[in-house]
């Protein structure tokens, strides 16, 4: 049985680690993830790869390094893409066809050391943003399963939010990586188009297509895009990428826009514009400026993708197929296809106009900002509520996500809080084609920022990032923002990571004959406290010299935060804490200056 008291979550960094320490072997996981698959939601799948060749595949693995990019990690792909010798279905049985090759991008994860579980539940021919349009029933929103899970890749959301496997294949035409990663609490990419290969994909719009990564934090989104992201000519969508070696841009300052109040959409959701505008001041915090924008171009192009003729690119990929079996499709997405054969050729062209100029102004703004920030959705739905009025209200769900690929943008989702009735909300970040690197960048900052649990386990998103370049430093007194000393760290190009609390094996003091005043935080053997802190990131090449003036009696040592991470911080040597008052019950140096004045 799997010590799963190691493996708090399946974050690629966290197994690689145990891996390579000798305290896990890729057939161990295997047979918990088996284990498990045996009690959980089993509509999260289409067709599994049997734990005899999951099995055979870890027993490979432990003969091979242990160094492979992926070496044993667990991912699903969503089944409009090929895996070799496995049915794709794009979750319509009669449509079903054994893949003689996998897909391109399936084989260089699989070359990595990457360990295939299955393949996932999803909208029929990806054609919906609710996860509820298949035959073999809705994945289990894991948060409340009255709740829709999201679409187009439900079951690739699911999987990666309950721990079943660490990252997950699917695809993003008008949002539906985004969707299901915002109602499952995990981080959904749709990279710029063309970078990863569509070849082995069953089309919906194929000039439009776009596959997606969903995982638990942004550096996995990373280590996977990098593996996966190629040139492919035998794609004629695929585009060779002006960055090739994409890296996180984690900006400390850059302008992001947010619609006009009177063009935000909430659709009669009283929570998710408290927590949108909370996600503003995150932002702010981490260093962005907010510029208002007009969304007009935006909103507009988002109509057009179900509102005009690109809905007809997906009878272009599967009209033959649905007039020869048209009682193999969801009644819902029958509606879709059949109503597309309205558009002429004029229409196409009209629209293709129409875009042409909402890109201009698109240009316009995107020279007033770096990124754009949006609620991935307005708001949610119940499953019911779905089936009473499937067809209004997934485009609602679509006002912040349809525009991305028709304007040529690309985009991440992020959680960044709860709802009162414990469902997750989520924002996306959205930047101009090749912009990749930025938009993921401030999205792990934002992310990390939040401290929010990763996916449905009861881990939580870690506050160290993926970046050597930089060390995080908490800070509890005068560094604090706001703070007299703080101007110190941001003159050495230290950026804001994120306010937390240490682990309850503190105590605080108000140290004596120190200008200014200044407190002392020492760890206790017992009766210690949470406390206040910030974390800010240092860059590396300052840290040295930095600690080098930090004057006695405060030094830079190890300090335990509440999610159990140690990281570097200012703590107080013993002696000058004997005698000093004691502030812990204030829980922080604000809160004592507060009341102390």
């Keep these: 049985m799997l010590r799963m008291i190691e493996l708090e979550t399946l974050a690629i960094s966290n197994l690689l680690t145990q891996y390579r320490s000798g ?3 890729p057939t161990e996981l295997v047979d918990s993830i088996y284990q498990r698959l045996d009690v959980c939601d089993d509509r999260v799948w289409i067709s599994l790869v049997t734990p005899d060749e999951a099995r055979a595949r870890a027993t490979e693995l432990e003969s091979l390094s242990p160094d492979l990019p992926l070496y044993g990690v667990p991912f699903a792909i969503k089944d409009n893409i090929d895996v070799a010798g496995m049915p794709t279905t794009a979750a319509c049985p009669a449509f079903a066809y054994t893949a003689i090759q996998s897909a391109p991008v399936v084989q260089r994860l699989l070359e990595a050391g990457a360990v295939l579980i299955g393949k996932t539940n999803m909208d029929q021919f990806a054609t919906g943003l609710v996860g509820v349009r298949t035959p073999h029933g809705a994945p289990r929103n894991p948060f409340d399963e009255r709740y829709v899970p999201g679409g187009s890749s ?6 990666v ?10 695809t993003d035409t008008a949002g539906s ?19 990863l290969s569509n070849r082995g994909t069953v089309p919906a719009c194929r000039s439009l297509d776009c596959l997606s990564i969903l995982a638990l934090t942004c550096a996995d989104v990373l280590t996977v895009t990098r593996l996966c992201a190629a040139f492919d000519a035998e794609d004629p969508f695929s585009r060779a990428s002006p960055r090739p070696d994409l890296m996180l841009e984690p900006a400390s300052s850059f302008r992001f826009g947010i619609p006009r109040d009177d063009q935000m959409q909430f659709f009669g959701n009283g929570e998710t514009p408290k927590l949108f505008d909370r996600a503003i001041q995150t932002m702010e915090a ?12 935006f909103s507009e192009a988002a109509g057009m993708l179900y509102g005009g003729p690109w809905v007809a690119e997906r009878w272009a990929a599967l009209g033959e197929f649905v007039t020869a079996h048209p009682e193999a499709l969801h009644p819902v997405t029958r509606r879709i296809l059949e109503g597309s054969k309205e558009y002429s050729a004029a229409d196409v062209f009209q629209s293709a106009y129409e875009l042409a100029s909402l890109r201009r102004q698109a240009e316009a703004t995107w020279k007033e900002i770096d990124v754009l920030l949006l609620p991935t959705t307005g708001t949610t739905y119940t499953i019911a509520e779905i089936e009473a ?12 996500t349809n525009f991305v690929n028709l304007l040529d943008c690309c985009g991440v989702a992020v959680p960044h809080g709860f709802t009162e009735e414990g469902l997750p909300s989520g924002v996306s970040l959205i930047a101009p084609a090749w912009g990749d690197g930025l938009a993921l960048g401030i999205a792990d900052r934002l992310h990390r920022a939040t401290g929010v649990r990763l996916g449905a386990t009861n881990a939580h998103v ?12 908490a800070v509890v007194g005068t560094h604090l923002r706001g703070q007299p000393l703080n101007q110190e760290l941001q003159s050495i190009g230290a950026r804001f990571a994120r306010a937390c609390q240490t682990s309850n094996q503190y105590r605080l003091y108000a140290l004596e004959g120190t200008t200014p005043r200044k407190p002392g935080l020492a760890r206790v053997p017992g009766g210690g406290s949470a406390i206040e802190v910030e974390v800010w990131e240092v860059p590396m090449e300052n840290f040295g010299r930095f600690t080098q003036s930090v004057p006695p009696p405060l030094a830079i040592g190890n300090v335990t935060l509440e999610n159990g991470e140690s990281v570097k911080g200012f703590v107080c040597e013993p002696v000058a804490v004997m005698g000093a008052r004691d502030i812990t019950q204030f829980g922080g140096w604000r809160a004592f200056l507060a009341r102390a004045g």
Aim: include cysteine.
């Design 286 to 297: 981490l260093g962005g400026v907010a510029v208002t924008i007009n969304y007009v171009p």
């Design 177 to 195: 990586g985004r969707v299901p990663a915002a109602f499952c609490n995990i981080v959904g990419y749709k990279p710029t188009r063309g970078m």
């Design 161 to 170: 939010s309950i721990g079943l496997v660490s990252f997950a294949l699917g």
């Design 389 to 400: 009025d499937p067809i209004a209200l997934n485009t609602q769900l679509g006002y912040y």
């Design 23 to 25: 305290a896990l072997r």
């Design 462 to 473: 870690p506050v160290t990032g993926s970046d050597p370049n930089f060390v995080p430093l």
């Design 154 to 159: 439900s079951g690739s959301a699911v999987a």
